[in-house]
């Protein structure tokens, strides 16, 4: 019929009904596009005039039920009184049985029904918060950082207006002076007073290899792998105490207390005394004295304690002191 269809613009559904009394009190409309369902308005008169929308039955609204936040608006053709307007209704619809709006108006005829829609979210199947279908403040956000991250990368891997060389052990390097002195106050200080690396535009960084100072830069740039990072973490975390790059130092000290084990306790505790890591050598004490792991790495308990620092030597024995006295 000709006044079945609903057009849609923006998140805005209008729907102009030629004809409705007596003999039709009855009409649905053909089904429209909002969000990822497909919809259906209805109106029907039984003792109240009463507007439902609801989604087409379908997959997608069996598996992604809506959750929609919205407000109707009637407007009769041909009358100076004021439309109706609805509160702000937000239900979860799955069919025309949830949700039936009573219009506070008594009308015949032509009329338009307008729905906006103020939020679609995707409620899950096994409970808790809807996901919105729309951008959010948070979401733009999120794709604004993908498109920055995406760049950065560029500058980095095309050196797009590079302007400083870094010499590692085994190769050069092209990165951003400004990336680098935003990233760590020991570049900053470089690059602003009149130092060798102000001048020439060059960083020494020989005691990194040309990965691992890659691994270095895609960290300081946004775009790091979890594998570059996994493979590269005790350079990382050298090149982050020297630099002064406290969260990515942060970052390699909570990431070596995820795999403490008999074989990486004793360098990790070396390391932890090394770069002043409070909580992996606690951590790495915890695990060798409180769970008596100390027993598995007898052997490499030998070369540790004439190799490790006398100051760190002395508080393992005063640790392992206060073990014994309390069991």
């Known amino acids: 019929m000709a006044d079945s269809k609903v057009e849609t613009i923006a998140r805005l559904a209008q729907w102009k009904v030629e004809s409705f009394g007596p003999t039709t009190p009855y009409k649905r409309s053909?089904?429209?596009?909002?969000?990822?369902?497909?919809?259906?308005?209805s109106v029907e008169k039984n003792r109240s005039v009463y507007i439902r929308l609801f989604p087409e039955p379908s997959r997608v609204s069996k598996e992604q039920p809506p959750i929609a936040r919205f407000v109707l608006r009637v407007t009769t053709a041909g009358?100076?009184?004021?439309?109706?307007?609805?509160?702000?209704?937000?239900?979860?619809?799955?069919?025309?049985?949830?949700?039936?709006?009573p219009v506070d108006i008594n009308f015949l005829g032509r009329f338009v029904v307008d729905v906006e829609f103020l939020d679609l979210k995707?409620?899950?199947l096994n409970g808790g918060e809807g996901t919105s279908i729309w951008p959010s403040d948070g979401m733009m956000r999120s794709l604004a950082i993908e498109s920055t991250l995406k760049c950065l990368s560029r500058m980095?891997?095309?050196?797009i207006h590079a302007d400083v060389t870094i010499n590692t052990a085994d190769g050069t390097l092209n990165a951003h002076k400004a990336i680098l002195s935003a990233s760590s106050p020991v570049f900053h200080s470089m690059f602003q007073h009149d130092l060798?690396?102000?001048?020439s535009s060059t960083i020494d960084i020989e005691d990194m290899t040309s990965e691992s100072c890659m691994a270095l830069l895609t960290y300081l740039y946004g775009t790091i792998s979890q594998d570059d990072f996994w493979k590269h973490r005790l350079a990382l975390l050298a090149a982050a105490n020297k630099y002064d790059i406290v969260c990515l130092?942060?970052?390699?000290?909570?990431?070596?207390?995820?795999?403490?084990?008999?074989?990486?306790?004793?360098?990790?505790?070396?390391?932890?005394w090394l770069y002043q890591l409070d909580k992996l050598k606690k951590g790495c004490?915890?695990?060798?004295?409180?769970?008596?792991?100390?027993?598995?790495?007898?052997?490499?308990?030998?070369?540790?304690?004439?190799?490790?620092?006398?100051?760190?030597?002395?508080?393992?024995?005063?640790?392992?002191?206060?073990?014994?006295?309390?069991?």
């Open 30 to 41: 053909d089904p429209f596009k909002m969000g990822i369902w497909n919809w259906h308005l």
């Open 122 to 124: 995707i409620c899950p």
């Open 156 to 159: 980095l891997n095309e050196a």
């Open 79 to 101: 009358s100076n009184r004021r439309p109706y307007i609805s509160p702000i209704h937000e239900r979860l619809l799955r069919t025309s049985d949830e949700f039936a709006c």
């Open 285 to 327: 004490m915890m695990y060798l004295l409180d769970f008596g792991k100390i027993y598995d790495v007898r052997d490499e308990m030998n070369d540790f304690l004439r190799q490790a620092d006398r100051e760190l030597v002395v508080e393992m024995f005063q640790e392992l002191l206060g073990v014994w006295k309390t069991t």
């Open 196 to 199: 060798k690396e102000k001048e």
């Open 249 to 272: 130092k942060d970052t390699c000290e909570e990431s070596l207390l995820e795999d403490i084990n008999t074989g990486n306790v004793l360098e990790r505790l070396q390391e932890a």
